[in-house]
């Protein structure tokens, strides 16, 4: 199946630093992306979809200025957590559409933990 | 968007039983997909079955789809220990874009 490549696989940081997280598809060209929060035990928490070439549309709840995406290339899109805080400590996870199949895959996810 | 609801939430058995799952949703769709999590790592696709077809079998999953009763069942035969995890089902928005969104999950525990 296709590929989602995911990186890093976890981060540490302190109050107040930004972090980046990448999403790549490998073998095929994802002009859609999703962005998922998830915590321990609970389900994924749709963030936003990431549309190649144009804004993101984030989800209710969710801050655009807190949590920015790119999706600069058809392979590539990225979530930056800005002036992270401990709250936002969680597992994000990214997944792209593969073509007309409709079928999601995933990244391996990303365990941030902000100190 | 659409959000699948897996039930039960927790699931215990012993390798070599069959382990069944449930999702049910809320209104129409074109495709059902369910996918499997191991902690702390990405979800894997397993199947995917669209609205028009009623049965679908990958290997040692069975897949059903119910669109009058808007519900899904999984079932692994002859289970194992590493089919330990989490299993979600998510579904599409017919005639809308397709955003998928998630329940919380069945977590699936096979003793060896």
């Known amino acids: 199946g296709a590929v989602v490549s995911q990186h890093p696989s976890w981060v540490i940081c302190k109050s107040g630093t930004s972090v980046k997280i990448e999403c790549r598809s490998l073998?095929?060209?994802?002009?859609?992306m999703f962005w998922y929060r998830q915590f321990p035990k609970q389900s994924l928490m749709l963030m936003a979809t990431?549309?190649?070439?144009?804004?993101?549309?984030?989800e209710q709840g969710v801050e655009k200025d807190k949590f920015l995406i790119n999706h600069a290339s058809l392979t590539l899109s990225t979530l930056t957590v800005t002036s992270a805080h401990p709250e936002d400590s969680s597992f994000y996870i990214c997944?792209?559409?593969?073509?007309?199949?409709?079928?999601?895959?995933f990244g391996s996810g990303t365990q941030l933990s902000v100190l | 968007s659409q959000q699948g609801e897996e039930d039960p939430q927790a699931l215990s058995i012993q390798e070599g039983e069959n382990a069944t799952m449930n999702c049910s949703y809320k209104?129409?769709?074109?495709?059902l997909q369910w996918y499997r999590q191991n902690s702390g790592r990405g979800l894997v696709h397993l199947i995917l079955?669209?609205?028009?077809?009623r049965e679908k079998h990958s290997g040692r999953l069975r897949v059903t789809l119910d669109t009058s009763k808007k519900s899904s069942s999984l079932l692994i035969t002859a289970s194992r220990a590493a089919d330990t995890a989490s299993y979600f089902c998510?579904?599409?928005?017919?005639?809308?874009?397709?955003?998928?969104?998630f329940g919380r999950g069945t977590s699936l525990i096979v003793h060896p």
């Open positions: 073998d095929f060209q994802a002009t859609t």
């Open positions: 998510a579904t599409d928005a017919s005639g809308g874009s397709y955003i998928p969104t």
């Open positions: 209104t129409s769709i074109n495709n």
């Open positions: 990431s549309n190649e070439g144009s804004k993101a549309t984030y």
């Open positions: 997944s792209a559409v593969s073509g007309a199949n409709e079928k999601l895959f």
């Open positions: 079955i669209r609205s028009n077809e």
